[in-house]
């Protein structure tokens, strides 16, 4: 069975200009997570999807970060503009209903 | 979110050597789970524990549901180099979110 693919897995893009994160969940998990890992912590949860309604977006910044999953299946997640404190981990993660969450490498992007 | 006080931070370890590590938390969670990060890669779970009092293993691996369910350890018995990497403990409540701790980087001397 596949595992949680997310693409790039690296990223180097200057201050100010937009970025884009893909990930494609493991085949019929229904709930879909974004995650940002930061140097030495944890994973901090996002946004997390139930087919393709966002159903927990708390954590997001708005006026920066969006994110889409339009047929309740792969997503996207946006940064426009991205800033110096953006550089980090984005961690994609899905899991059948509030079961377990099983994680995709990453995207570790770098803001110059 | 919150985060979970997970200790020690970092440790190094003798091949051959059990250790263990441990979380806690201020909040009563009904799962705790814990995954393990290789460099360049995603957090891999590793055990699952669903009840208070719970004691799970996987191979090598020990954990514990604490009873007041608001800590959990990991038990490594007989470390080997493949064990370098980073633990994190997960607590989860009612509400399927899940609360990190800031990980145990485990160091193996040969």
């Known amino acids: 069975e596949a595992g949680v693919v997310q693409s790039p897995r690296y990223k180097i893009i200057e201050k100010k200009q937009p970025v884009a994160f893909w990930c494609n969940p493991i085949?019929?998990?229904?709930?879909l997570y974004w995650y940002l890992q930061n140097l030495g912590q944890g994973p901090e949860l996002l946004i997390r999807y139930e087919n393709e309604e966002a159903v927990d977006d708390s954590q997001l910044p708005k006026d920066r970060f969006s994110a889409e999953r339009l047929k309740g299946v792969d997503s996207t997640l946006k940064i426009q503009p991205a800033e110096l404190g953006d550089s980090a981990v984005y961690l994609c993660?899905?899991?059948?209903?509030?079961?377990?969450?099983?994680f995709g490498p990453g995207t570790r992007l770098t803001v110059l | 979110g919150q985060q979970l006080n997970q200790s020690p931070q970092s440790m190094f370890i003798q091949e051959g050597e059990d250790v263990s590590m441990n979380c806690t938390s201020s909040?009563?969670?009904?799962?705790w789970l814990w995954y393990k990060q290789d460099p360049g890669e995603g957090p891999v779970l590793l055990i699952a524990?669903?009840?208070?009092?719970e004691l799970t293993s996987n191979g090598r691996l020990t954990a514990q549901f604490g009873i007041t369910r608001k800590d959990s350890f990991l038990n490594i018995s007989a470390s080997i180099p493949s064990d370098v990497g980073i633990y994190f403990c997960a607590g989860r409540g009612n509400d399927y979110k899940l609360s990190f701790g800031a990980g145990t980087t485990v160091t193996v001397r040969a």
């Open positions: 993660a899905s899991s059948l209903a509030g079961f377990e969450q099983f």
């Open positions: 085949s019929g998990h229904n709930t």
């Open positions: 524990l669903y009840k208070a009092g």
């Open positions: 909040s009563i969670f009904n799962t």
